[in-house]
């Protein structure tokens, strides 16, 4: 977006009382942010917008501030990246309230395959690591891992990733220059350098209550699906998952002891119809379907690509020698490629990746077709 229309947006953004579902509306109607500032613009008969509303826009002075956040994002190597740039994540733009512009540090990958894993903050020593196992495991598999980088289960979440040189996304309820929890300063650092911060905060902003189930429509906004690890009969975690459900998204929990208070609420998740959790192909049997293979890297439909087209590891092509368009049982793969099981079932998961084979119920593969 050029400056001009950047610097209108920050204003719109930075207006009390004004938020995403406003601001997008107000940019639809008058056709992008500066035609909202026009005094020609009738912004009344916008849906939503109220008197005073239209008031604090055409008044609107506060151009050095705006100019302030924009030279402190220049300054500290903060990307603005709005709704409209390629750069937005994909995902995110579907949802009822997509944030109009984002703050990120670091690298943001908009194609990314982004799982979300959210839990207590006064996590158990159990929840921790199989948070932190899980967390590994999906990073290995190639999912970017989001969390909201809180105490507990989001810091298990970012570490587990970033331990398998995988990518991970922190959102913040805050500006993205407030670290939150201070403690975490170092994790902040190793998150930039293997993923992306990212927040809809102005710089300066501090980690307010309110600030946070924004943010948590954020973190389910951008992914496929949401785990919630541990979470307590009133967690914040619980409002995520309502969320997702909200925007469509896949919900997963991880069961734990009846005893457990930090239990209470992922045991209910399950009770109601989320899907529990024993291990990493419980979820990529869900969100795999989700997944568009239209735009890949020989710019074809994989549906229509067939397996001799593909450049594979001399391990895929073992493997793939034993499928064809007639569907064929895992059980009879593991005897015909004489390849162990869990390697097996990795190689697979790379081969329906790259859209060239499809699992059918029952655990049978064949060709795509």
């Known amino acids: 977006m050029r400056y001009e229309e950047l610097k209108h947006l920050i204003a719109l953004t930075i207006i009390d009382e004004i938020g995403p579902v406003i601001i997008n509306r107000l ?30 826009i055409k008044s609107f002075s506060e151009w050095s501030r705006v100019e302030r956040e924009y030279e402190s994002a220049r300054m500290m190597n903060v990307s603005l990246i709005t709704a409209w740039d390629d750069e937005y994540p994909q995902l995110l733009r579907h949802i009822y ?45 190639g999912l970017t891992v989001v969390s909201g980088m809180a105490r507990g289960i989001d810091s298990a979440a ?10 991970t996304t922190a ?12 403690e975490n300063k170092k994790l902040f650092e190793k998150i930039i350098a293997n993923g992306a911060v990212i927040t809809e905060h102005p710089f300066g902003t501090s980690p307010k209550g309110q600030h946070f189930p924004r943010r948590n429509r954020i973190i389910s906004g951008t992914s496929l699906g949401v785990i919630v690890a541990e979470a307590a009969e009133k967690s914040g975690s619980l409002i995520t998952a309502r969320i997702a459900l909200e925007q469509g998204r896949e919900v997963f929990a991880i069961p734990g002891s009846i005893d457990s208070v930090v239990s209470k609420g992922t045991n209910k998740l399950i009770k109601d119809g989320a899907k529990l959790v024993q291990n990493i192909y419980d979820i990529l ?3 795999l379907p989700q997944i568009d ?13 067939t397996a001799t087209t593909k450049n594979f590891h001399p391990s895929e092509k073992l493997v793939i020698g034993h499928i064809s368009e007639r569907p064929i049982h895992i059980d009879t793969l593991i005897v015909k490629s004489g390849v162990a099981v869990q390697e097996l079932l990795d190689i697979l998961l790379k081969l329906e990746v790259k859209g060239c084979i499809e699992q059918l119920p029952g655990r049978y593969f064949r060709l795509k077709l």
Request: glycine share 10%; with cysteine; charged share 20%.
């Open 158 to 167: 970012h570490t587990g990733a970033l331990a398998a040189k995988g990518r």
């Open 97 to 141: 309230d997509p944030p109009p512009l984002l703050y990120v540090k670091g690298d943001l990958h908009s194609k990314d395959l982004n799982i979300a894993i959210v839990g207590s903050r006064n996590a158990s020593a159990h929840g921790m690591y199989l948070t932190d196992k899980l967390s590994r495991e999906l990073a290995v598999k």
């Open 27 to 56: 940019i639809a109607s008058a056709g992008s942010p500066s035609a909202v500032f026009q005094s020609s613009c009738d912004l009344s008969k916008i849906r939503g917008v109220t008197s005073g509303i239209e008031t604090r």
């Open 171 to 182: 959102v913040l309820g805050s500006g993205i220059d407030i670290i939150y929890p201070p």
């Open 293 to 305: 293979f239209s735009d890949n890297d020989t710019g074809q439909n994989p549906g229509k690509t």
């Open 285 to 287: 049997d869900e969100i």
